[in-house]
């Protein structure tokens, strides 16, 4: 075997066995809320499984290779946790309990694992179409030669995706807990929901779909799936363009870096339920780190920053922001 189909197998395997791990937990044990201690175990445990098969790709494809990977992974970790106070705050406001979280959030993590696919291979795909033409900036002579490298080319999706982010990036460090309320029952993805299909909403069955007097019936549990389907397709906006600016055509870095954070996150969620102050500054973490990479998507055609110095940003940041948040939760208990 090459390389390449290697570690391919490899990510197969490992991935395969993930998911029928996961499966297994859930419909086998039922699956209950997790305490901290638990969430931090299993967190630890996928953490140190993606860092594993990060070593696996520096072996067998080099260190810049491996750089991407940890780049990639630590940046759609850190944009994913954000996710999750979406997610944290869609089940309180429907009332969702522990062993309902547990289903949604898996079916969930299969919905994105397709979803970050497409978006991940068709973004490939366009950033190949959307190069403009080389050019030379200070051709004053032309019987200058041109030094090797003095060629720029700017590459029309990324550096629109750089300013999508920078403009993200404000908005995350401006953002408000009274902006961040809001009425799920108004959103646009209920009401279409309640308008073209029959919506159990009080109910509290554990089931996606009923079935009443031979009429097909979508329950709560079905709603708030689709809810948080929406709510992570849009947090792809971000997390995708962001991830782009580390390996744009390589998207099977891309890919299995998405997919070894999203199996993090059943078990994130709940390290998250149950010490939201843990992580209360994170969202300025998450801001610089959308700045830093918008920037360097901006410049790029200029200016070629290494992957290991994005991956050097990515880890201060957000160990400075959860530093920051434990501090605060440290002096507000006069410990």
């Not at 086998?28 to 499984?49: D, E, F, G």
């Not at 993200?168 to 009274?178: D, G, P, Y």
């Not at 799920?184 to 073209?196: E, P, T």
Request: overall charge positive; charged content about 15%; some cysteine.
């Amino acid at each position: 075997m090459e390389g390449n189909q290697i570690v391919i197998f490899v990510f197969t395997l490992v991935v395969s066995c993930l998911l029928i791990f996961d499966i297994r937990s859930l419909f086998k044990h039922k699956a209950s809320a997790q305490s901290t201690k638990n969430a931090v175990i299993w967190t630890l445990i996928w953490i140190s499984t993606s860092m594993l098969f990060s070593v696996f790709i520096w072996f067998e494809n080099g260190f810049e290779r491996f750089s991407q990977f940890q780049s990639a992974y630590w940046i759609e970790q850190s944009l994913s946790v954000d996710n999750l106070f979406v997610f944290l705050m869609v089940f309180g406001f429907f009332g969702i309990n522990g062993p309902s979280q547990h289903k949604i959030l898996l079916w969930g993590i299969l919905g994105a694992m397709v979803l970050r696919g497409i978006f991940i291979f068709a973004g490939t795909w366009l950033i190949k179409l959307t190069y403009l033409p080389p050019f030379w900036i200070f051709n004053q002579d032309p019987h200058i030669p041109r030094a090797p490298g003095s060629f720029h080319q700017i590459n029309v999706l990324i550096t629109f995706f750089g300013f999508m982010l920078v403009y993200a990036a404000i908005k995350t460090l401006r953002s408000s807990e009274e902006e961040d309320k809001v009425d799920y029952n108004q959103s646009f993805v209920v009401r279409i929901l309640r308008k073209y299909f029959n919506v159990l909403t009080k109910d509290n069955s554990d089931q996606f779909w009923i079935r009443r007097n031979g009429r097909l019936f979508f329950t709560r549990l079905f709603m708030v799936l689709v809810i948080i389907e929406t709510t992570d397709l849009l947090f792809a906006i971000d997390s995708i363009p962001a991830i782009f600016s580390i390996a744009p055509e390589d998207p099977f870095i891309l890919y299995t870096s998405n997919i070894f954070a999203i199996f993090s996150l059943r078990s994130l969620y709940f390290l998250l339920a149950n010490s939201l102050d843990a992580f209360a500054k994170l969202k300025y973490g998450i801001g610089v780190i959308l700045g830093f990479i918008g920037v360097k998507m901006i410049i790029a055609p200029w200016i070629h920053i290494e992957t290991f110095v994005s991956l050097s940003v990515i880890i201060i940041a957000l160990a400075a922001s959860v530093l920051a948040s434990w501090w605060g939760v440290k002096n507000s208990r006069g410990i």
